[in-house]
T-cell receptor
Framework: AQSVSQHNHHVILSEAASLELGCNYS??????LFWYVQYPGQHLQLLLK??????LVKGIKGFEAEFIKSKFSFNLRKPSVQWSDTAEYFC????????????FGRGTSLIVHP | EADIYQTPRYLVIGTGKKITLECSQT?????MYWYQQDPGMELHLIHY???????EKGDLSSESTVSRIRTEHFPLTLESARPSHTSQYLC?????????????FGPGTRLTVL
């Protein structure tokens, strides 16, 4: 069974700092990759996803992620964070040709100080 | 507006009570899911459904049951609540036609069993 590792469980940054959150998965086949975000008191919502094509994916609010197949990674980046980016970030992976039910990482809690 | 609704948002009950957590979606999705979310942990799949009269258990052992009598409705029932059931429960749905099975989440029900 596939697994998803998010190495940073808690990240604290000041506004304007750059962000990179790590995500690695264990499955060697063809996968779909997702980053979801949960702002305080809100629904879990999609930030960005990779299905095919350009491995550099751009999402909402200036976020991007790069799929590096050889490293089984899908790291999330933002060049300059804002206070409003304070949230929980979850990486998820599902397997094409299977049930397509995703496996989620443990999440990263990001706090951005103004 | 298409959305996913969960009620109640918060519930505090005593041990041994029977409870039903409601989930409805107006997205027109065939697939629906229930997850358990604890702080700092992965989302754990407890039940899912691919359509009316279809229900399956997920990866996480659970004493809950679900039903899918209508496409838009996927309630979760605990026959006898225990303190170990204290958690956040998230309902999600996805479109059968989606090539990557992107999921859409409700706001969650935070359950506390005393």
């Amino acid at each position: 069974a596939q697994s998803v590792s998010q190495h940073n469980h808690h990240v604290i940054l000041s506004e304007a700092a750059s962000l990179e959150l790590g995500c690695n998965y264990s499955y060697g086949g063809t996968v779909n990759l997702f980053w979801y975000v949960q702002y305080p008191g809100q629904h879990l919502q999609l930030l960005l996803k990779y299905f095919s094509g350009d491995p550099l994916v751009k999402g909402i609010k200036g976020f991007e992620a790069e799929f590096i197949k050889s490293k089984f990674s899908f790291n999330l980046r933002k060049p300059s964070v804002q206070w409003s980016d304070t949230a929980e970030y979850f990486c998820a992976v599902n397997v094409r040709g299977g049930s397509y039910i995703p496996t989620f990482g443990r999440g990263t809690s990001l706090i951005v100080h103004p | 507006e298409a959305d996913i609704y969960q009620t109640p948002r918060y519930l505090v009950i005593g041990t041994g009570k029977k409870i039903t957590l409601e989930c409805s979606q107006t997205m027109g999705h065939d697939k629906m899911y229930w997850y358990q979310q604890d702080p700092g942990m992965e989302l754990h799949l407890i039940h899912y459904s691919y359509g009316v009269n279809s229900t399956e258990k997920g990866d996480l052992s659970s004493e809950s049951t679900v039903s899918r009598i209508r496409t838009e409705h996927f309630p979760l029932t605990l026959e006898s609540a225990r303190p170990s059931h204290t958690s956040q429960y998230l309902c999600a749905s996805s479109d059968r036609q989606s090539p990557d099975n992107e999921q859409f989440f409700g706001p969650g029900t935070r359950l506390t069993v005393l």
